[in-house]
């Protein structure tokens, strides 16, 4: 395990659980652990200064009592949308984006919470793959924590890509922004599971991105994982549009295409960077230093501060042209803007959720 916990606590109704036992076998002897009859409580904000950062080094094994599996949290019909599926099996992460909107959206519980009764997961999984009438599914678990940033403890990629690689009309995808794949590297995705790197550029990662595996790092643990037969992504997202940026991202673009072939890549996805009012307060608060978080930017009509909608196209028709001259038919999309900024990037409609997931998946 590469991240430091200062504790672990454990529901009691998960004592016994798979999930406890594998955490408790693999972290460190030195590190405390305690039993509580309600997780929940655990997961709240400690009484210190830092309440966020001392969350993302507690960890919490409990029951999980919602459904996991859930519409992507940024969907919304302002935006055009690729149609993608959560799987909720852990909340919050270990590293330390300055820019990361989980500072707002965990603030009420930002530990660290990994759900003992995931295997009921696959049970929700089944019913989706049943009433899906044929259609690919994209289904991902790196939305309210990082993929496989704990699966050195859990081991949980490797059952996720086995009942994947069974399911022909489902399709996974890991995000992260760690090199952990050594788990991923012992099972045969068959062509059911995709891992994405959302990556940045040396400038953005140093200053922004602490704890984070570094971008080269990222893209040659891709590299390994597409030799064993996973289909890659890669998420320029968020893109900040500082002083240098266009050249530092091509720059990454470069990295990634003399790194790999593009055969091997699913899509890219462009994104750029965002924050609500409240989190540009949280993340300026928490990150006084970093200049990633003092760019010029206007309030936009969805309530987040973007960067100038002109520098914003900019930056998304070069980094486009620049994949199209890798590979012209490589898909990529747009996360979290609208469908005219799609029409002005791509010179095309935005394509329904729908048809999207399936471009995505490959279909
Ligand atoms: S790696 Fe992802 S989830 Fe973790 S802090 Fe950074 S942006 Fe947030």
């Known amino acids: 395990m590469n991240f430091k916990l200062d504790s672990v606590v454990v529901e009691e109704q998960c004592r016994t659980s798979v999930l406890a036992r594998r955490i408790l076998a693999g972290i460190p002897s030195s590190i405390p652990v305690r039993y509580v ?17 001392a969350g993302k080094r507690q960890m919490v094994v409990l029951h999980r009592r919602g ?14 949308c690729c149609g993608y599926l959560v799987l909720v099996l852990a909340s919050n992460c270990p590293m330390d984006c300055s820019y990361c909107f989980l500072q707002e959206h965990l603030a009420n519980n930002p530990a660290l919470q990994l759900y003992a009764n995931y295997p009921a997961a696959f049970d929700e999984l089944d019913k989706l793959a049943q ?16 993929s496989l940033a704990f699966d050195s403890l859990t081991g949980i990629s490797c059952e996720l890509v086995d009942y994947f690689s069974r399911h022909k009309n489902l399709l996974l995808e890991f995000k992260t922004k760690t090199d952990e794949i050594d788990n991923l590297l012992k099972v045969d995705p068959r062509g059911r599971a995709i891992v994405s790197w959302s990556i940045s550029p040396p400038a953005v990662f140093l200053a922004s991105e602490h704890g984070t595996a570094p971008p080269s790092s990222r893209i040659s643990a891709a590299r ?21 940026a266009e050249e530092d991202y091509l720059a990454l673009l470069d ?12 899509y890219f996805s462009m994104g750029g960077l965002r924050l ?10 928490r990150f006084p230093g970093d200049r990633m978080l003092l760019g010029e930017e206007v309030l936009a009509d ?46 095309t409609p935005a394509p329904t959720p729908a048809t999207l997931c399936t471009m995505l998946a490959g279909g």
């Open 37 to 53: 009859p309600d997780g929940r409580s655990a997961a709240r904000p400690l009484p210190v200064s830092e309440p966020f950062g």
């Open 67 to 80: 459904p996991f599996l859930m519409g992507c949290p940024a969907s919304s019909t302002q935006f055009a």
């Open 131 to 146: 009433t899906s009438s044929g259609r690919c599914l994209r289904v991902g678990t790196g939305e309210l924590a990082d």
């Open 224 to 244: 390994r994982v597409s030799e064993a037969g996973y289909r890659v992504a890669f998420h320029l997202d968020p893109i900040i549009a500082y002083p240098g």
């Open 255 to 266: 990295c990634v295409f003399d790194a790999l072939p593009t055969a091997h890549i699913a």
């Open 276 to 285: 609500t009012p409240g989190l540009r307060t949280v993340a300026r608060r």
């Open 302 to 347: 969805d309530g987040r501060y973007r960067a100038f909608t002109p520098l914003r196209l900019r930056l998304f028709t070069r980094l486009h042209e620049r994949i199209r001259k890798a590979r012209r038919e490589l898909p990529v999309y747009l996360c979290m803007e609208s469908a005219s900024v799609h029409r002005l990037v791509f010179g």
